[in-house]
């Protein structure tokens, strides 16, 4: 996970002036939870990770990589998408951070994350749980 979050990163790290070769292992290894991460496997072989964290009011996404090769497929777009799920049938709010620039920050606007804050490396962003998803269950217990 540790090398695969050094190759996904590198690029928009470089361009922001920011790669150390050991840095970029080392912050995973430190805020890595097993109890928070889950393994993506595309036809039984490891793409990619993610991790969700629980905080006092929200979920926080966190170490979410996908392999290179595996990008653009649809598989990022799936697992963000059952991750969202869930936290939206808990009412749950999720927030993440991302790199200034980087090409992720598209998936999670698509997703409905908006900019909360910013500095010069990294973009807050948060995300409200989709009442819409909530509401068939409203209405199977209350049909008028």
């Known amino acids: 996970m540790a090398e ?6 590198r690029e928009d790290l470089e361009r922001l002036g920011r790669y150390d070769e050991c840095r970029v292992r080392q912050r995973l290894r430190d805020g890595f939870v097993p109890a928070h ?12 990770c993610v991790a969700l964290r629980v905080a006092d009011d929200c979920y926080w996404l966190e170490h979410f990589y996908l392999a290179p090769e595996l ?13 969202l799920e869930r936290c939206d049938r808990e009412g749950a709010v999720v927030r993440l951070n991302v790199l200034q620039g980087s090409s992720a920050r598209r998936l999670y606007d698509r997703h409905g994350f908006t900019r909360e804050a910013e500095d010069e490396v990294d ?20 049909p008028n």
Request: without cysteine; positive net charge; proline residues 4%.
């Open 4 to 9: 695969l979050r050094a190759l996904v990163l």
């Open 37 to 48: 991460t889950w393994v993506i496997e595309v036809g039984g072989d490891f793409a990619g």
């Open 71 to 83: 990008q653009g497929r649809g598989i990022g777009t799936a697992v963000l998408r059952r991750l």
């Open 123 to 142: 973009v807050f962003m948060v995300r409200h749980p989709d009442l819409m998803e909530r509401q068939p269950d409203l209405m199977e217990r209350h």
